[in-house]
């Protein structure tokens, strides 16, 4: 199964150009599940909800429906060791996973976050401390785009994030690669010019029809490698990330058959 969607569905520019102009923010989680399969929560990496808050989540959307969601940045940032930190995100995720749509946890870690002893032995701690499920590992820093890394990644039961960003000096680029039994892949657009502005900006990015084509093809090939994957479109300014999803959908086509293309109901934010 090819799962597509975006990273986040909470946000006020989408109004308009994908969500009704007039829909409240707490109904718009539902609207999306109508439009999409999966989704990506990003809001974690900044601040943890209430396990409350995940459980709601989990109830807005139909079965079947997957999510993802982010480290926090204490642990993927700062290389936090702390267990209590560890011990809140399981909280967090856990009414996901009773649910059963708790399809895995993105650790994205910085550019400043190089391939050396010291991160690889952070790697290891992180598949112990986080617990049983699925990590997808998200790398910025081009050291690790090194077959060691894919050996690594392996030989601790960790996934593989592959991605799509500017092509710039120093960033990781787009391998087409899996890791264990679950594809991954973050698309994040390609706006060099802005990208190392620490703002909303550097997500300003339409893809064109060629270059979504390219990556349904590499899609299609990490199906054949996997048991699924997870596509989540990240260039979420003005909507952006929903209109290259839904086209994305399209282009898959029965590959692609997990992607919703309901029409309009009611939606939730995050």
């Not at 391939?115 to 820093?141: C, M, Q, T, V, W």
């Not at 994040?188 to 064109?208: I, K």
């Amino acid at each position: 199964m090819i799962y597509v969607g975006t990273s986040g569905f909470s946000f006020e520019d989408w109004r308009g150009s994908f969500y009704p102009p007039g829909i409240p923010r707490g109904q718009m989680l539902n609207y999306y599940g109508t439009r999409f399969p999966a989704v990506e929560i990003n809001s974690t990496y900044y601040r943890l909800p209430h396990p409350q808050v995940t459980r709601q989540l989990a109830m807005k959307t139909p079965e079947g429906f997957r999510f993802t969601v982010k480290l926090q940045a204490e642990v993927t940032h700062r290389l936090s060791r702390d267990s209590s930190a560890y011990d809140a995100f399981r909280r967090v995720i856990e009414p996901l996973r009773e649910a059963g749509k708790y399809a895995g946890t993105l650790a994205q870690f910085p550019w400043s976050f190089r391939a050396g002893s010291k991160n690889r032995d952070f790697l290891a701690f992180l598949r112990r401390a986080h617990g049983p499920g699925p990590i997808h590992i998200e790398f910025r820093h081009d050291s690790w785009a090194v077959p060691d890394t894919f050996r690594l990644l392996e030989d601790l039961g960790l996934g593989f994030c592959c991605v799509d960003e500017p092509s710039l000096e120093g960033l990781f680029p787009p391998l087409v690669h899996v890791c264990g039994p679950v594809a991954y892949v973050r698309l994040h657009g390609r706006n060099a010019r802005q990208w190392w502005d620490a703002g909303p900006l550097r997500y300003d990015y339409l893809y064109s029809e060629e270059e979504l084509r390219a990556w349904a093809d590499r899609i299609r090939e990490l199906a054949g490698r996997s048991r699924e994957v997870l596509v989540f479109f990240n260039n979420c300014h003005r909507g952006q990330a929903a209109e290259n999803a839904l086209r994305m959908g399209e282009l898959l086509g029965p590959a692609g058959g997990s992607t919703g293309s309901a029409a309009p109901a009611a939606a939730d934010g995050t």
